[in-house]
């Protein structure tokens, strides 16, 4: 397959008319083939036309339609070959294990939903039967089911240029839904996001859908973005990115005479919490394994370990002396973009800058695409009266924050702005004091784990990858596991409807074979 | 029981300090004993207080307990007996039948939500099991459950003085979710307020529960519910009544450092479709109940019907001259507040001013505090042109809008804001008209009902009392009946937890025999 640099407004493909950009190889900052010229404005009206055209098709299509759908989906990304996986890696600088991994993860995604969408509880179908003899009145016949929100905008993540991109989770779960989709590529990766929205354009056609169900649009500014969130016909926002862009696309989605809610996912530094027994039993083992999470692709993940909190002692200590040898050790590594590399080496400076920070270790330097590791240290008092101490770095830095005792440790956590996940390293001794600490982690986090680190984000039924607010615009959700779809989903109810009339999900007899609560229990079948 | 004029801060009665304000006898205007000063500012800072300590507790009470606990308000409720009734006759002046059924609803409501919590599928227990054998990687242990939000602001209604009051849908779902509530009296009803409120301190108390989870706050201004929304150990906001003032709320929560969620039921004029088959059929029985769901609680209902949409002709003419009929003969009736009178009379008045709009009928003239019904009539064109047309009018008040055809009227309901309810009458010749117009109701709408109006409300497990915006400030949400409880919970994720750190929710073992899903498949039991 070829890149062309053409945006895909349903089922055409062309070439846009304003200002191009290209892709950069991340590796050699040198620039790729071809142009992207910008999508203009009336291209986008016509994908949100198109969208809203597609909408009430789409999302009365049958659950096996859809399902069948997203398999189609991931069956064509596959059939891409190598030829994504090169482009992905001359994009991002992200290795080959990695983009492969992230291409099995993103067609495993899209295989949940098409097992979700058969399953069929996400839409929640419930039916109150008429009761014509209750007194003092009558009571109708109620049904209710989640029905799709409307037409989704999706932005492209730079640090997941599949998983959480063209065809990711956000994609999906809308898609999955019964929500048309447009895509604002990513200007970090725009070949994969073509060749990626090429596999989804021909699924669409293959599978006899209104051409509206999927769009692309690449735009090197903002334009495009902002234009999509403002725009009337567009119901929902997925977004994975900076604190920035996410509360921008927040604020306009607010402002519109019709506000509609944004998903963003947006910051997060994931407290790790190391308790003095696990630092005691295994200090030196924590630390090698901290060092390889904090260096996994670059750091460039939002579920990096960011912020460690211990207790200092011989354990701490030993935890520190092997973490800092292996990232002295952990060779720099290539940036997703000449923008983030700057970035990550701009929070870094400021970091080691700062009166209360002092430098632990570094890794090796690299060249200018390329990202060092580095460790700081502060103490709790420093970390509670300077607020930028908790802002992101994204790549792999981390701040060890030395708290005199387990309580300096909790108002740390008090402290905190909300987090996508929080890791507990722990030994049965700890029970207690974890024990203590939870409440108040629950209501900082989205997922909290035990000896291990948030990165690797199991694409599953039980995942949250969200929080609370800074983490995400909107911590009642989250953006990858099956629950995603309900971001998506809203209910109406149906009363004294008959048969003939009510949507296929609600008849009586049941036709799409759904899961239903019949005056609030679940049917047996 | 006597009414005191004291705030309710957890288990403590005390008057305000500030500006006090009295309850109003609806029918004669006459101020009612006794005052009511206004909470202070430190009243609100104490129960929010009290609220955040309450809240880890009363959150991990086990479902059975808070079941009995919403039980236990339902029974004290019934235990204040008439005085209520009387109390709230007099400040509402809606009739003793009515008011006894809402007490009936109010109670069912809290007993229905007990009927949730012992269910347990509302908190969405999910378990994806370790699979330490995979390859490439292993799968950790994921568990997923739903956790309270916090404590939740509610605003009491003036319209629903009990059901959408003190202990009403939203104090019922957010206790049920396990989340304290700050309750802002409504101050067209604050006898009535207290009465309840004590029956839930008392149910606090009785059932050995921190005090924080409930408070009561009066103040006949805004400091006090303002003060409420932006206070940053307030999690979540429920609120029923006027657009500007949900508008407001939402103003002041996102402006927070840390957005929440305001669930705003703010506006609807719940467009009844005539279609000509039904108007054919049964016109003339179609308008006598047409006119008794306008008039009924001197139409001061979210989901009053008041918009009608129908073709000219006969049918037609046979509804209108039921509906005029009966309009003129309903009895002016008593309004819940001088204000709500006034401002009724405001919007009628501008309505009958309006150029383009003919008053087909009135109702008998009453007293200073009673509401007269009006009908008015215009067609589709003005309605297109004039957005005022669309304005609610609070009160028992309704627009006939002559539509020349099917398609004019999906020209009307394209143009229609986001709605509550829309009514449908039919007979089977109308089918294919009506679903032709499903799709599009659907999008604008909570609740599509077939051969009867929106106001009746049931609290059940299928409806869906919301709609998208401006009908309420969030469209993914209903505020009656059992998915209501689903606004105050969001999901976390707990990773390789030891089985003895888990929530009792989550424990393998299961010791709160909650529903569970095991790798996305609902367990049988």
């Known amino acids: 397959m070829t890149v062309r640099g053409e945006n895909l407004i349903g089922a055409q493909a062309r070439r846009g008319t304003q200002a191009a950009f290209r892709g950069i190889e991340a590796a050699t900052g040198q620039t790729l083939e071809p142009d992207f010229p910008g999508a203009s404005l009336d291209d986008l009206d016509r994908a949100c036309a198109l969208a809203e055209a597609a909408f009430d098709t789409y999302r009365e299509t049958n659950p096996e339609a859809r399902a069948a759908f997203l398999e189609t989906i991931a069956a064509n990304i596959l059939d891409i070959g190598d030829d994504l996986v ?24 899209l295989r949940l939903f098409a097992g979700v969408l058969r399953e069929g509880s996400a839409f929640e179908i419930r039916i109150d039967p008429a009761l014509p003899d209750r007194k003092p009145l009558p009571r109708p016949d109620l049904r209710l089911r989640k029905v799709a929100l409307g037409p989704v905008a ?32 990513h200007p ?27 769009s692309l649009l690449f735009d090197a500014g903002q334009s495009i973005g902002q234009g999509l969130v403002a725009d009337l016909r567009i119901a929902a926002v997925g ?3 900076s604190r920035r862009g996410g509360t921008a696309l927040v604020e306009i989605a607010a402002k519109r005479p019709r506000p509609i809610p944004v998903y963003a996912e947006m910051s997060s530094i994931n407290p790790v919490l190391l308790f003095p027994g696990a630092l005691a039993a295994r200090g030196e083992a924590i630390g090698r394994a901290f060092a390889a999470s904090l260096t996994l692709g670059a750091g460039q993940f939002c579920t990096n370990p960011g912020l460690l909190l211990a207790v200092p002692g011989p354990g701490l200590d030993a935890f520190l002396a092997s973490a800092t040898a292996a990232l002295r050790e952990s060779p720099a590594a290539t940036m997703l973009t000449p923008g983030i590399c700057r970035a990550y080496g701009d929070s870094v400076a ?14 090796p330097e690299g060249s200018a695409t390329q990202g060092r590791a580095a460790l700081f240290a502060t103490d709790s008092d420093a970390f509670l ?8 770095m994204f790549g792999a830095a981390a701040l060890v924050v030395r708290c005199p005792d387990l309580a300096a440790i909790r ?11 929080a890791s507990l390293h722990i030994t049965p001794d700890d029970h207690a004091a974890v024990r203590d600490l939870l409440p108040l982690l629950e209501r900082r986090v989205g997922r909290i784990l035990v000896d291990g680190f948030g990165t690797g984000v199991e694409v599953a039924h039980a995942m949250v990858h969200g929080g609370p607010y800074p983490a995400t615009s909107d911590g009642r959700t989250t953006s990858v596991g099956s629950l995603a779809i309900d971001r998506f ?3 109406v109810s149906y009363q004294d409807l008959p048969d003939a009339l009510l949507p296929a999900a609600l008849q009586e007899a049941n036709p799409l074979g759904l899961p239903r609560r019949i005056d609030g229990t679940l049917e047996r079948r």
């Open 86 to 109: 090169t482009r992905c890696i001359q994009e991002t600088g992200l290795p080959r294990p990695r983009i492969e991994g992230e291409r099995a993860r993103t067609v495993g995604q």
């Open 154 to 185: 999706v932005f492209g993540a730079s640090n997941f240029p599949l998983a959480f991109s063209v065809a990711g989770g956000d994609t999906a779960s809308a898609l999955a839904a019964g929500c048309p989709v447009i895509v604002k590529a």
């Open 188 to 214: 970090a990766h725009p070949g994969t996001s073509e060749l990626v929205g090429r596999a989804i354009q021909k699924a669409v056609a293959a599978s006899g859908l209104p051409e509206g169900v999927f």
């Open 239 to 241: 977004f994975t990115g």
């Open 350 to 363: 400021r970091l080691a800058g700062h009166a209360a920070v002092t430098r632990l270790a570094e890794g």
């Open 385 to 392: 009266s300077e607020p930028e101490l908790q802002e992101e």
């Open 411 to 421: 108002k740390v956590l008090e402290h905190l702005e909300g987090q996508l996940t």
């Open 489 to 491: 989903l809203r209910p």
